[in-house]
């Protein structure tokens, strides 16, 4: 009698530590988000739920074209690729991105054939900030949907502290898991 009570004292202790640990984790390094709108299709569409990896950005900085995670607003998150970072000057002229005045490959678009540009036109200096390069601990973020994104060239830049994390693994639906590139 006296060892089953040891035993379920024991057990609620394993079960209250697995609970915290587990709660440890999900603050410190995991969270998850559902996809709910069209501007990183078709790398991301509505209804896919991810990932997101918190844990890198503590030790390295974040990489040109990491999907990212990031707080836009107090209620709302927004998931976006860094396209550029510290000290470059960004320039998109007739869907060709520029960075530092060399042009870049951006293989993760699939343009459609439109008979307009599929990312408008913009220089560095005319986003919101009117920067002429990324100040320290910034990025410029833009959606894979270029027509259809709310992104740095209406947000402005980023700073590294609205960051939450990288996106890292799709799961649902399961059908598709598989890890973000």
Not at 35 to 49: A, F, H, K, V
Not at 83 to 102: A, C, F, T
Not at 144 to 154: E, F, G, H, P, V
């Amino acid at each position: 009698m006296v060892k089953d009570k040891v035993d379920v004292k024991l057990a609620l202790k394993i079960i209250a530590l697995v609970v915290f640990l587990g709660w440890l984790i999900r603050l410190l390094v995991f969270a998850t988000i559902e996809i709910d709108g069209p501007s990183m299709e078709p790398t991301l569409t509505r209804g896919e739920r991810i990932l997101i990896e918190k844990f890198s950005y503590q030790i390295s900085e974040p990489a040109r074209f990491d999907i990212i995670v990031f707080q836009a607003t107090e209620e709302k998150n927004y998931i976006k690729r860094i396209i550029g970072l510290p000290g470059e000057k960004i320039v998109m002229e007739d869907d060709q991105l520029y960075i530092n005045d060399q042009p870049i490959r951006e293989p993760f678009l699939t343009v459609q054939d439109y008979s307009f540009n599929f990312t408008n036109d913009f220089r560095l200096n005319n986003l919101p900030g009117r920067h002429h390069v990324i100040p320290e601990d910034y990025y410029l973020v833009l959606g894979d949907n270029r027509i259809n994104s709310t992104d740095s060239r209406s947000l402005g830049l980023i700073a590294k502290q609205q960051i939450i994390g990288k996106a890292s693994i799709r799961y649902w639906p399961l059908r598709q898991i598989s890890f973000i590139e």
